[in-house]
């Protein structure tokens, strides 16, 4: 019989750790902390697939790597996620990532300068460039890194407005989102031919200094008693303790020999100094990317927003324009000091998984289709989280839809690949549950679900969970607790153990 040789071994003494890091202002919930207790993953139930996609390639197989990046700049005129773009700047906003070839199907790691794509925006994306690598969609991962200055996407809420006849919402045209969609795919299908092949691959970590905080600030009744948003002009709230935070970027990185071919970045912090200004920008974390590669002009970097709902720069940033460079340059020191520090492992398949659950969210029990398409009818067209947005992931739900949680294992590294505005406590736990390993997480995929809170952050109230932001219930904490076990437990190798 066959055993797992690495299960999670139960670690009380660290899961304590992590309770007292996080006792005065954050919202790890009981949920978190009796799941990381445990010694034995929970079965999840009806609400999980039953079956995980298979991702393990052959032994020995040379892993290639194929690398695309596309322009995701809207045109002047078109609409954005809260304004309409007026001039274009600079830099522009950018939709990258890697294919990562070896015997079986291929593997697609996408992330986009938007703020949010979603629903059967979401699934556009994974088919077009699934198809484009000859891969399924359940083994490609789109995400965003959540700028506000830049498009969001949502196919279903599209169909809906058309279909109930609403004007207004022109963010949700899918025209030029489409277009971006033929780009990458064109991209990748160009790039799979001039493939690289990998001799390594690399994990580094550094902290980021004076850039990331904590945004929802308690009283002393332990609700939220004010909000630190990424533009925090109050001094009295900024003066307020950095608090709950993922301090680390961490890098996994693709080599041939002495070369890095591809490095990814993981980093958990909304990504605003400055917005509402109409210039598509990809904000500090794009530019903290786009000096990077001037470092390293040979490889690219691709950026993805970790679990950073409840995280903005609010502390160290009152909106001036200067903060943009300010907090750019102190992310990209990081993660030049975390290159610098990487350590490097062969490579080939063996090393290599990929694993994925569906998932169904439990939907929050305010949404009702009738009363939201009501409202719709009614209302002014407003919001980034809307009732358009609401309806339609409420729709997806009851039409059965599910959303793939994945986990890509590289070596001695997990990356976790998950949807919405995830709260920074599901990184924590994460890191918490296999310190053995180095694991990075990517937030920000499907964003149909909105800000996903710990259970114990509905009961203390604030912005991110309240009606209009959350599409979601607070069981849904349990319930992902439960699936990054799985992932982990699944992404490690089988024993030779008879």
């Known amino acids: 019989m066959q055993t797992n040789s690495k299960q999670p071994p139960s670690r009380p ?13 954050a919202t790890l919930s009981m949920p978190i902390v009796m799941a990381l207790c445990a010694a034995n993953v929970i079965a999840i139930g009806v609400a999980i697939g ?6 393990r390639l052959l032994a020995g197989e040379p892993i290639r790597i194929a690398v695309f990046d596309v322009d995701a700049t809207p045109p ?72 506000h200055d830049a498009p969001g996407c949502d196919f279903t ?57 904590q945004r929802r600030i308690s009283g002393p009744d332990g609700k939220i008693k004010a909000t630190r948003t990424s533009t925090t002009k109050d001094p009295a709230v900024r003066a307020e303790p950095e608090g709950i935070v993922d301090p680390s970027v961490s890098l996994l990185s693709f080599w041939k020999d002495q070369q890095p071919i591809a490095i990814l970045s993981y980093y958990a912090c909304h990504p605003q100094s400055y917005y509402l200004r109409g210039i598509p920008s990809p904000d500090f974390p794009g530019i903290a990317r786009f000096i990077r590669g001037q470092d390293l002009n040979n490889t690219l970097h691709v950026h993805f927003n970790g679990a950073g709902g409840n995280v903005t720069a609010g502390k160290y940033n009152d909106g001036a324009e ?5 907090l750019a340059t102190r992310l990209a020191d990081a993660m030049r000091q975390a290159h610098a520090s990487t350590q490097r492992f062969p490579l080939s398949s063996d090393d290599i ?46 039409a059965g839809h599910k959303i793939d949680i994945s986990c890509l294992g590289v070596g001695k590294a997990r990356c976790l690949h998950l949807p919405g505005e995830l709260f920074v406590e599901y990184q924590l736990a994460a890191k918490a ?5 180095s694991v990075m997480m990517a937030a920000y995929g499907d964003y149909g679900p909105g800000y996903i809170g710990t259970e114990r952050a509905y009961q203390e109230g604030g912005y991110e969970t309240q009606a209009s932001s959350s599409n979601v219930d607070p069981s849904v904490e349990s319930l992902l607790i439960d699936v990054l076990g799985q992932l982990f437990q699944q992404s490690d190798p089988p024993s030779d153990a008879k």
């Open 157 to 213: 809420a599209e169909k809906i407005l058309a279909e109930i006849g609403v004007e207004g919402y022109s963010r949700f045209d899918g025209k030029f989102h489409r277009e971006v969609i033929d780009r990458a795919a064109r991209a990748i299908q160009e790039a799979i031919p001039n493939a690289v092949g990998i001799t390594h691959y690399g994990v580094g970590q550094a902290e980021v200094k004076e850039v990331a905080s």
């Open 322 to 326: 200067a903060n943009r460079m300010i």
């Open 50 to 55: 039953a079956v995980i996609a298979p991702g």
């Open 433 to 437: 549950m296999r310190p053995d390993l």
């Open 353 to 398: 998984t990929w694993n994925s659950l569906p998932v169904t969210l439990p939907v929050a029990r305010h949404l009702i289709e009738t009363d939201l398409v009501a409202r719709l009818r009614q209302g002014p067209a407003k919001g980034y989280v809307s009732l358009a947005d609401q309806l339609a992931y409420l729709r997806r739900v009851q």
């Open 13 to 25: 003494a660290i899961w304590y750790s992590l309770a007292q890091r996080v006792t005065q202002r």
């Open 76 to 147: 002047i005129g078109s609409a954005m996620a809260y304004q309409p773009v007026r001039r274009l700047d600079e830099l522009t906003l950018r939709c990258r990532g890697v294919v990562i070839l070896g015997s079986q199907e291929p593997i697609v790691l996408c992330a986009v300068d938007w703020i949010g794509i979603a629903n059967e925006g979401h699934d556009a994306f994974r088919e077009g460039l699934a198809k484009a690598a000859g891969t399924s969609p359940q083994r490609v991962a789109v995400h965003t890194l959540h700028q």
